[in-house]
């Protein structure tokens, strides 16, 4: 198992109930606040610890017709207010939002601040992929875990059903959700490898002086040269596990060497 001592990663993917609203046409709509029968809530949510192996996850099941989800919020703002980064795809733009907007219309307080790491944004920024999608992504590039597909309730008819307190849709919902948090970390280690900027470094949250992948955390480094820039040297290290790079800040040019390069 992957130290991790005092860095907290917390992998997580929501589902939400949709918007109820009466509408005169398929296309282009814009439907006003008058025109909303029932608000969107969280239907289910699900959320690990980076390679730990229990998988969290509640629902509103017990519910013969859901229509609140205060009962399955308290533990994922706990989870939430004790992780230092969260993982999730699509997650800055979605996932989170969409928790802190029913937390605060459910009375409750901002959990603790943490970091993001969004796999979207780590495919848009360093690859081009055909599609973006976690669907996409976890088919092409997934060894472990690849994104679910109902066979028993299609599409929308998912969600229709879970709203009518149907016990078998909640049972694959269930399944469907985990599925996502597993795929999204798998995701998450294998494009976290091509981040060359290093925009996550795990040895701050260390208290020891060994040095750590800022991918997965591990311990195992090993010397891979030097990258050279401009005005410095440094030394390039890979992680012995998941092969990411990663460079020391210590510029190994003399300050002589320094001095004379200005002139």
């Given amino acids: 198992m992957i130290k991790q001592q005092g860095v907290k990663i917390l992998v997580l993917d929501i589902e939400t109930a949709p918007i109820k609203a009466h509408v005169w046409q398929l296309f282009d709509q814009n439907v006003s606040l ?31 017709k859901p229509t609140s989800d205060k009962s399955i919020l308290k533990d994922i703002w706990a989870l939430m207010d004790e992780a230092d ?122 208290k020891d002086h060994a040095s750590f992948c800022s991918a997965c955390g591990h311990d195992k480094l090993y010397d891979n040269g030097f990258r050279y820039s401009n005005t410095g040297k440094f030394k390039r290290f890979k992680c012995k596990r998941c092969r990411k790079e990663s460079q020391s800040k210590y510029n190994e040019l003399s300050p002589k060497k320094r001095r004379e390069m200005l002139k």
């Fill in 34 to 64: 008058n025109q909303i029968e029932k608000d969107w809530f969280i239907l289910s949510w699900s959320a690990k610890w980076l390679n730990k192996p229990k998988v969290h996850y509640q629902d509103l099941r017990r519910f013969k």
């Fill in 85 to 206: 980064i969260i993982v999730g795809q699509n997650s800055r733009r979605f996932d989170v939002k969409k928790l802190r907007a029913r937390f605060i219309l459910n009375g409750m307080k901002p959990p603790s601040s943490f970091r993001q790491i969004d796999t979207m944004v780590l495919a848009k920024k360093y690859f081009g992929f055909t599609s973006n999608k976690l669907e996409y992504m976890s088919e092409n590039i997934c060894k472990k875990f690849k994104k679910l597909k109902s066979k028993r309730f299609i599409g929308h008819e998912l969600w229709v059903q879970c709203l009518k307190g149907n016990l078998e849709a909640f049972k694959e919902m269930e399944r469907y959700n985990k599925r996502d948090v597993l795929a999204t970390q798998e995701l998450y280690l294998e494009l976290t490898k091509w981040d060359c900027d290093n925009s996550l470094n795990l040895n701050v949250y260390h």
